[in-house]
């Protein structure tokens, strides 16, 4: 079964407005947590590391103003894409190694962000 | 720059055939070397993996080869079956100064036909 879970699964907004993506271990820790974002038929990328009780550290050309993590406890993290564009339309996914860093990540379903 | 290099970027396979997926790294620092499917409109789900020291690791129908000494990993699938299709990632993960990163592959779309 799952042992990542994301919500919404599906997301439309304005241009301008915010939305909060969440990220959930289930039965599980995690300290850490990823952001991916994955545009059509392309690879996945690394946005951010989220670490439970510090910052986030962001990969090189992601605005981290932009794109707000908060991992607000050990099971969950959220992204924020704040003031969104359509070019922020995407699909974003998040990862946790089950096991604590360095064990096989996980990944959940994926939450679909289309900006009008 | 492209890390984890994947190839081909389509293949399309019969049923019963098998199917092979090239994977070639650069980062000697890799230590972990995951394979991932992915369903249209679904996050990736991890199938199978393996670590350097290991040439192979075969978990039913699926079998990875790696060759340590060429940087490169491979991905059979035997007896492809039509549900195989899905696009298939490579990837390779590192631990620098405690931070995990996976780097993924391109991604090879795979279509198994009846």
């Known amino acids: 079964g799952a042992v990542v879970s994301q919500h919404p699964s599906r997301v439309i907004c304005k241009s301008g407005t915010s939305v909060k993506i969440e990220c959930r271990s289930l039965d599980f820790q995690a300290t850490t947590m990823f952001w991916y974002r994955q545009f059509p038929k392309q690879s996945l990328m690394l946005m951010a590391t989220?670490?439970?009780?510090?910052?986030?550290?962001?990969e090189q050309g992601v605005e981290k103003d932009k794109f707000l993590i908060n991992h607000a406890s050990l099971t969950l993290s959220t992204l924020t894409v704040t003031s969104a564009h359509p070019e922020d339309s995407s699909f974003y996914i998040c990862?946790?190694?089950?096991?604590?860093?360095?064990?096989?990540?996980?990944f959940g379903p994926g939450t679909r962000l289309t900006v009008t | 720059q492209q890390q984890v290099k994947q190839s081909p970027q389509s293949l399309i396979v019969q049923k019963g055939g098998i199917s092979i997926i090239n994977c070639a790294y650069e980062?000697?620092?890799?230590?972990?070397f995951p394979w991932y499917q992915q369903f249209p409109g679904k996050g990736p789900a991890l199938l199978i993996a393996i670590r350097p020291d290991v040439s192979e690791k075969k978990e039913g129908r699926f079998t990875i080869s790696f060759n340590k000494s060429a940087k490169q990993f491979s991905l059979h699938i035997m007896d492809s079956q039509p549900g195989d299709s899905a696009t298939y990632f490579c990837a390779a993960n590192s631990i620098i100064q405690g931070a995990q990163k996976l780097v993924f592959g391109q991604g090879t779309r795979l279509t198994i036909n009846p």
């Open positions: 990862s946790a190694p089950l096991g604590g860093p360095g064990y096989e990540q996980y």
């Open positions: 980062n000697t620092a890799f230590d972990y």
């Open positions: 989220s670490n439970e009780g510090s910052k986030a550290t962001y």
